[in-house]
C-alpha cells in the first residue's frame, strides 16, 4: 500500500554540518545534553524511543531531523494547544511546518492538504483522532507517501498510550496501526515519563522494533529547590516572591484554597488568575492564555493545570501545599525553567499537611460498605512516605528526587537548600532510644499502640485511656516532657524514614521496633534531627542562594535597564502578531542582547537563539533599540 522511502541520508552528518543546521534553523550554538545522539539516531532512519525531562528539549530532536530528511514528518500530539504553539516557534524561526484539526475554517484545511502533497511543508502536527481516521490513513497519507514521503511519524507525550501513565489516551492505543500501514517509516516516540513498566509498553503499543533507546538525565541543573517550614510568614514569603516579578505558578491541593489565595495576592496588588478544573473551559483557556502572554505573572493552580503549558520562562513555582507524591512533585515543580535558565522550586511544609494528607487517606473507603480500600490506602501511604522522605530529609533534595527515578545521585548537588545552607544537626539519639524503649517495654507486655499514645505517655499525659492501661507506671512516663508534641511526631517520623522505627499500614497503625531500633537501643546507632532554621540562618541561607545561581549573568544596571527595554519590545512585537512573547525571543537571548548590545545585523546574528528566520524579521528592530537606548547614556 505503501512505497518505499527515498534512501536515507548518509549515517551521520558530522559535528559541524549538524551544527551549522542547529544554528541556522535554531539559533542555537550547542546542543543540549542528550540531543544529539538522537539526532543522529533519527538521522539512521530507525525507530527510537527518547525519554527526557520536561524543558530537556525534545522538540528539537524531532523537528531538526525532519528539516534534514526527505519528505515530510507526522507529528502526532495529544493538545490542540501545544500544536498550534510549537508551529507558531517553528514559523517564527522560517520552517515550514502545519497543522490539521477540527478548528480549521472553510477550506483551510484542504489548502493544507494540498501544500503538504506539492512539498511545501516539512512537518505536519495532528491529534490522534485525525490521523487514525479511516480516510486520512488509508486515503491521504498514502498519496503524501507518494508524492512526497514520509519521513518519519513522531509521536509526541508517548506515554499517553499507557494506562500505567497518568494521562493515559485510548486513541492512543490505535497506533500501532501506523506501522501495519506504513511498515518502512520508522516512529519516534518521546516522552517524559520515565517508568520502566510505561517505557515498555510504549514499545509495545506502538510496535516499535529494536528502538535506539535514549534516557537523559532527569536532573534539572538549573532548578533550586528548597523545602521551607510554613509558618505565619508563609504567606508574606510567597508575596515578596511574586512582587519579585517573573512568572510564577503557585500549586494548591483545592479549588477553594485557590481561590481563597488568588484573591488575597489580587488584594495586595499582584497581577494572579486562578486556574482549576472548577472553572468552564473557557475561562480556562482565557486564564492561561493570558499567563502565557505574560499579562499576569502568577498562576494559581490545582494540579489540572499542567499538561498543555509550554511557557518556559517560568521563573518560578511555589506548592503552597504538600503534593500527593513525588513523581507529582517532580513534574509539576519541573514546569519552572524549562528555558534552561536558574528558577526556584519551592516547597512550603507543615506539620498540619501531613494531617491533611492521612485525612484523605482514611476517607479512601468502599462507597457502599464504608470498608477500607486496603490497596488504595497502602499505595496512597507509599506515596506520601516518599514525599516526607523529600521535605523532611537533611540530605541533598536533589539525590532523594533522582534516587526515586532510579538515577544514582549521592549530592551534593549546590543547588538546593539542604547543600547550600549550614544546617545545624542536633544528636537525638537519647529521646530516640526513650521513645523506642517505651515501645519496647510495651511489647514486653502484649500491647501495641499508635504514635500518639506512645507520646503522651512520654510526655506524662493524664489521659483517661492512659490511666486505664495504667502506662503512668512504665519507667519512660513523663520522661520526655520537655519536648513538645510535634518535635516527638518529627522525631517518630525521621526514625521511620531512617527505617530505625516501624509503624503498620493496615487499619490502625501501630508502631513496631525493627532491627535498626535495636542498634539504636544498644548504642551502636546514633539519631540526628536537623534543627528547625534560625532567623539568622536563614539570612546566609539566601547569600549561598545567590551564589549558586551564579550561572545567571549578573547584569550590570545599565544592562538591567536595557534588558527591561528589550523586554518591552519584545512584548510589543509579539502582541503585534497575537503570540506569546517567548515565540519571538528567550530570556537568555535578551539577557545575551543586554550584555554584548550588539549595534549591527553581524554581531547580532551571533546572539544565541538568533536564526536565519529570527535575524531577518527582528534584527532591524532590536539593534535599533539597542542603538537607542546607547545613545540616551
Ligand atoms: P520539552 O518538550 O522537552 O519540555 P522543549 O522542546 O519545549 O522541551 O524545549 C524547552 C526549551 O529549551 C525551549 O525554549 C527550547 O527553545 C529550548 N532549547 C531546546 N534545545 C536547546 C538548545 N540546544 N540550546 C538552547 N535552548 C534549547
Ligand atoms: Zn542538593
Redesign the pocket.
Known amino acids: 500500500m505503501s512505497l518505499p522511502l527515498p534512501p536515507p541520508p548518509a549515517a551521520s552528518l558530522g559535528d559541524p554540518q549538524l551544527l551549522s543546521a ?1 544554528k541556522t534553523h ?1 539559533g ?5 545534553p542528550g ?1 544529539e545522539a538522537i539526532v543522529r539516531d533519527a538521522l539512521l532512519h530507525r525507530d527510537l524511543l527518547a525519554i ?10 524531532f523537528q531538526l531531523p525532519a528539516l534534514l530528511m526527505p519528505g515530510v514528518m507526522i507529528v502526532v500530539s495529544p493538545l490542540i494547544a501545544l500544536m498550534q504553539d ?1 508551529v507558531r ?1 517553528l514559523a517564527d524561526n522560517g520552517i515550514a511546518a502545519t497543522f490539521l484539526n477540527s478548528s480549521l475554517k472553510g477550506s483551510e484545511g484542504s489548502e493544507r492538504m494540498s501544500a503538504l502533497l506539492r512539498g511545501e511543508i516539512k512537518l505536519l502536527y495532528l491529534a490522534p483522532e485525525r490521523l487514525l481516521m479511516a480516510d486520512f490513513l488509508e486515503g491521504f497519507l498514502p498519496r503524501l507517501q507518494q508524492a512526497q514521503g514520509i519521513s518519519a511519524f513522531t509521536i ?1 507525550e508517548a506515554h499517553c498510550v499507557s494506562e500505567w501513565g497518568h494521562d493515559f489516551r485510548p486513541e492512543y492505543r490505535q497506533m500501532h496501526l501506523l506501522r501495519r500501514h506504513f511498515p518502512e517509516v520508522p516512529v519516534f516516540a ?1 516522552t ?1 515519563t520515565a517508568t520502566v513498566r510505561v517505557r515498555a509498553d510504549i514499545v509495545r503499543q506502538l510496535a516499535l522494533i529494536e528502538p535506539a533507546l535514549h534516557v537523559a538525565s532527569f536532573d534539572r541543573p538549573n532548578l533550586f529547590y528548597t523545602v521551607t517550614p510554613k509558618s505565619s510568614k508563609t504567606y508574606g514569603a510567597l508575596l515578596t516572591q511574586a512582587k519579585k516579578g517573573g512568572a510564577g505558578i503557585v500549586y494548591c491541593l483545592s479549588r477553594k484554597r485557590v481561590n481563597e489565595l488568588t484573591e488575597r495576592l489580587q488584594g495586595d496588588g499582584i497581577a494572579a488568575l486562578p486556574y482549576h478544573a472548577g472553572l468552564d473551559a473557557e475561562m480556562r483557556r482565557k486564564n492561561q492564555d493570558t499567563f502565557i502572554r505574560d499579562d499576569v505573572g502568577v498562576m494559581v493552580a490545582t494540579v489540572a493545570f499542567g499538561m498543555g503549558i ?1 511557557k ?2 517560568v521563573r518560578w513555582v511555589v506548592h503552597y501545599e504538600l503534593p500527593k507524591s513525588l513523581e507529582g512533585y517532580y513534574q509539576e515543580a519541573g514546569r519552572a525553567g ?3 535558565e536558574p528558577a526556584q522550586c519551592t516547597l512550603y511544609f507543615g506539620p498540619g499537611d501531613i494531617l491533611t494528607a492521612e485525612f484523605f487517606i482514611a476517607q479512601k473507603v468502599h462507597p457502599a460498605t464504608g470498608e477500607p480500600l486496603v490497596d488504595e490506602q497502602r499505595n496512597a501511604r507509599q506515596q506520601l512516605k516518599q514525599v516526607l522522605d523529600y521535605a523532611e530529609t537533611s540530605a541533598c533534595r536533589r539525590s532523594v528526587q533522582l534516587r526515586y527515578f532510579g538515577e544514582d545521585f549521592s549530592g551534593p548537588c549546590g543547588a538546593c537548600d539542604n547543600c547550600t545552607s549550614t544546617r545545624v544537626e542536633e544528636d537525638w539519639t537519647v529521646p530516640a532510644q526513650q521513645l523506642l524503649s517505651t515501645i519496647a517495654r510495651l511489647a514486653k507486655l502484649s500491647q501495641r499502640f499508635g504514635a500518639g499514645h506512645i507520646i503522651e505517655i512520654l510526655r506524662g499525659a493524664k489521659t483517661e485511656k492512659l490511666i486505664r492501661q495504667n502506662h503512668e507506671a512504665l519507667s519512660t512516663y513523663g520522661i520526655g516532657s520537655d519536648k513538645s508534641a510535634d518535635e516527638w511526631r518529627h522525631l517518630v517520623r525521621v526514625l521511620k524514614h531512617q527505617n530505625l522505627l516501624e509503624e503498620t499500614q493496615d487499619g490502625y497503625p501501630v508502631l513496631l521496633l525493627n532491627a535498626g531500633s535495636w542498634l539504636v537501643l544498644r548504642g551502636l546507632q546514633t539519631v540526628t534531627l536537623v534543627a528547625a532554621p534560625k532567623p539568622e540562618k536563614e539570612k546566609r541561607e539566601k547569600k549561598s542562594r545567590s551564589k549558586s545561581a551564579a550561572e545567571v549573568p549578573v547584569l550590570g544596571s545599565a544592562e538591567e535597564q536595557l534588558f527591561q527595554r528589550l523586554r518591552t519590545l519584545r512584548k510589543k512585537l509579539a502582541d503585534e502578531q497575537g503570540v506569546p512573547p ?1 515565540v519571538v525571543f ?1 530570556d ?1 537571548a535578551l539577557r545575551a542582547m543586554a550584555q554584548t548590545q550588539p549595534t549591527s545585523l553581524t554581531t547580532f546574528a551571533e546572539i ?2 538568533v536564526g536565519a528566520a529570527k535575524l531577518a524579521h527582528y534584527g532591524e528592530a532590536f539593534t535599533a533599540e539597542i542603538i537607542e537606548a546607547i545613545a540616551a547614556r
Do not use: E, H, I, V
Open positions: 542547529l535554531f542555537f550554538d550547542a546542543f543540549r540531543q527526557m525531562p520536561t524543558g530537556g528539549g525534545k522538540s528539537l530532536c510549537q516557534l509526541d518521546f517524559a509550554n518556559p520562562d524549562r528555558d534552561g517567548y528567550a537568555a544565541p537563539g
